[in-house]
């Protein structure tokens, strides 16, 4: 079963439950704008459905409500970045946006992030460069399900890249992907409907192929971007390993399995070697290369050049990365947002904590 | 067969190869080092065995050897560089040092590249960064030989991602990597012996799955990393994508389909959107992050960890981006370069028409 709720009924329930968690009436509207993206933008595993599991770390203490973000080093082009403990839904855009402001000044900027959390979905980070006319990047690191290429052990997270690209009329390239076969997300919508995986998604913990959408939950693991060697699964994990380099061996954050977990009830990693989880974003003035009303008539062409291929005998046109979440954007911010009645639930429980209705 | 020639034998003919049709002493030297690292590290598809390919393109006037390598618009982090018809394995380095160069003054360098040819190796490029304390990124589009997810049309090139990442003891971490399933070298091989290739590789010319290394030789097509929508074939297609737009959208080289060909015997494609072929760098200073010390021991923290997981029953260590290239590099400047009797032959008939022995 499911309901359907508004945009801005979610909006206002929860920006109320991070009041009074303590966030800033800034924040707070930040944290929300970012979280709910997910929900609209049809990515519903990272929306407010997570609301909850934020809620829960700031309750072990594992989020700082009223984060003192700071700018520990910085060159012209760079700045490395302490999110002391913040949501990372309000670290991120901050140090987006510190990137950007570095870009408007010298061409580019590049920040990596050291003691944030999750940070809800990587595109909305990088899609804040589009309005600038740059091109936005941003990653993160997140807690270890992936195992590497021969490896039974989990020493990677999901570890998504985003790219964001500005076009002209066209809508914009926004490409935003786990660097595993499938993300996790999908995993868990096989798990609630005792489903099998394909082939390449998951390994027993014993690192044999599986197509149990419970091995992960079993001591099991994720497969990189690939599936297996024959199939290219050690660019999935290098691709892996670059987002965690660079969100935080450049940082200072947690690295490898030493990053720390999103559910709450699952205990820190023994011997940390950083602070808590890294990120890394970049945006690039498109006329630090070209002039953008150039480059915007070339990406038009691309998309339209990729949108009109001939396609395989009763297959869909080629997607152009970002089009279905704009379309879905746009539906649902007109017909509402819908929520499955086990989310419904949990959040009308959180509410109660709090003396809230949705 | 294969007959073994020793590093400077190789250096010493293809340098004068380069000399004869009208390289400078600087540019020949330069071309040389990157054609061979290919050999040295590994990649034979990419080195010497391409040397005929790179002069067929001079003789029909595609490649010239005396370019004019520009700066045509920049900004303290970026430029965009107009390679003059260049070969890219001299065009490639300059435009990386141009990186390099800007991000020893404000942190970061960024270079976008139009009219280029061929690069070689994209990792050699990266790895420039290494000496610097600086992380190096490379990549290139290149003429259309993949699928898009569900297109039947070959649209994207191999397009291959280099990102060098310095250590402190241990060798330095150095991805390089085609955007898709198996590079095209991988193919060639399996061609030569006959043999089918794994699932995933390879589709028809009418967009089926198929087993046929001959595939791509016959109107088919490569497949993104992924190999299917199944197995996350879009994020392979994500990234083919992401390289051709920050190589040739970004400078005015020509792209997705239109991005001339390795084979000089090949026609031109039909109204090319640019100039010649695309390439973007970047340079990193790690000090524009963190003092490069504390990066290093935990880059070598990080690489100690992944190379002692517990690997599945059989299979060999975890291996760290770069290590079986640095290895081999050692090995074969010591004992020499394998070739095989069909690229002996080539080079043999190559020197004749310069009156060069091998």
Redesign the interface.
Known sequence: MQNVYSYQQLYTFSKNIFLQIGCSEANAAIAVKVLLSADLRGVDSHGIARLTGYIRLWEVNRINANPAISIV??????A?VDGDKGLGLVVAPAAMQMAIDKAK????G?V?VKNSNHFGIAGIHAMMALENDM?GIAMTNASPLVA??????R?LGTNPIA?A?PAGNKAP?V?D?A????ANGKLEILQRKNEAT?A??V?TS???PSTDASEVRNGGALLP???DK???S???Y??G??V???SA????AN???GVPPFPAYVPMPENM??EGIGHFFGA???D???PAA??KT??D??ID??SS?????G?????I?GEPETAMEAERTKNGIPLQASVVNELVELGKKFNLSL
């Open positions: 080093h910085e060159t012209p082009s760079t490395t000044n010298v061409g580019t590049w990596s091109i590497p290429t021969f490896s039974i052990e020493l790219v690209i390239f490409a992907f660097t595993t076969t499938a394909p390449g998604w390994q014993a690192g044999q971007l690939g599936g024959e199939h290219g050690h660019k999935g290098m691709l390993s670059i965690d380099i660079f061996i450049l940082s200072g690295y490898g399995p070697p950083g690039m003035r498109i630090a290369f070209r150039d480059f070339h990406m062409k691309w050049r990729f291929a001939k396609t395989v005998a297959e869909q046109n080629v997607v990365p």
